[in-house]
């Protein structure tokens, strides 16, 4: 199962770590490779996310075709139910996915852009207490293309500020793009960046937004059927935008996560533990 990692590992061929030689021999165990001048052994899954993973590879690249493939992904309980690990180890491994999902910002927004906050949480079902009152703020972008939306971007932001919207609205939108915005105040500065920022009356219920509503609603609706931690909201929303973004190629979505498992550097679990 190794072997995979390696293939994707080193696609452009090897390069030692430590000394950038591109010369290596086989290390005395399976897949591993040793650097012709220091010597220096690497593992295929070294640098990726799939360094000290303590169960067998093969069920973690099954996690990772489960989570890109389900078209509303898969929740650690039927993980763990599929797989035979404990449930927990199934949630730490899919987060680390998540963390794969992430946008690389390489994909601006270019065509007829629209943009909405909301508030995400408050009344999840299932959570007692004071959980229960833990909304965030949600700013949303999409990209409208002939009758519906081609890209969906989302950021959990700690108030609908010009100074927040902007900043994600600069790693999401390209500035030369049209934008639509509803007449909030916090959108009104931002015309300095993007000159082709329109504001409009939202219209009840935000009629004047349908495709950007439809979408949000749509996220909301898949996290309400999801058992989900309020403080990874921002997680589930790269995860879910990752599919949505990639509902035109999903023949290729699992090799394009691998992808990024093999690429993204090591994250260890206590990151998450917050
Ligand atoms: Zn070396």
């Not at 303590?54 to 929740?75: C, D, E, M, Q, R």
């Not at 996915?97 to 999840?124: F, L, P, R, Y």
């Not at 934008?179 to 916090?186: A, L, M, N, P, S």
Request: a positive charge.
């Amino acid at each position: 199962m190794h072997g995979l990692s390696n293939r994707i590992k080193w696609r452009d061929g090897f390069e030692c770590p430590k000394c950038r030689h591109t010369k290596f021999c086989n290390g005395h165990k399976k897949h591993v490779r040793q650097c012709n001048r220091c010597n220096y052994l690497v593992s295929p899954t070294s640098g990726t996310l799939f360094h000290k993973v303590k169960f067998p590879l093969l069920k973690a690249f099954y996690i990772v075709y489960y989570i890109s493939t389900n078209s509303k992904g898969i929740s650690s309980t039927e993980l763990s139910r599929k797989l035979g690990l404990r449930q927990k180890t199934c949630w730490l491994f899919k987060r680390k996915v998540m963390e794969a999902m992430k946008s690389s910002g390489n994909h601006k927004i270019e065509g007829n852009a629209e943009v909405d906050e909301t508030v995400v949480g408050g009344q999840e079902e299932g959570v007692v207490g004071r959980k229960n009152e833990r909304k965030k703020i949600v700013v949303f972008a999409v990209e409208r293309k002939g009758k519906g939306i081609s890209r969906l971007y989302g950021k959990v932001i700690p108030n609908s500020s010009a100074k927040e919207l902007g900043a994600f609205m600069k790693s999401a939108i390209a500035p030369e793009a049209p934008i639509k915005t509803d007449e909030w105040t916090g959108y009104g500065p931002l015309k300095k960046e993007f000159s082709k920022l329109k504001q409009i009356p939202s219209g009840k219920k935000g009629a004047n937004f349908p495709d950007l509503h439809r979408a949000i609603m749509g996220f909301k609706g898949w996290l309400r059927g999801i058992h989900h931690h309020a403080e990874h909201l921002q997680a589930y929303i790269d995860e879910y935008t990752y599919r949505f973004n990639r509902n035109f190629m999903k023949e290729k979505i699992f090799e394009n996560l691998m992808k990024r498992m093999v690429e993204a550097p090591p994250c260890p679990y206590k990151t998450f533990n917050s």
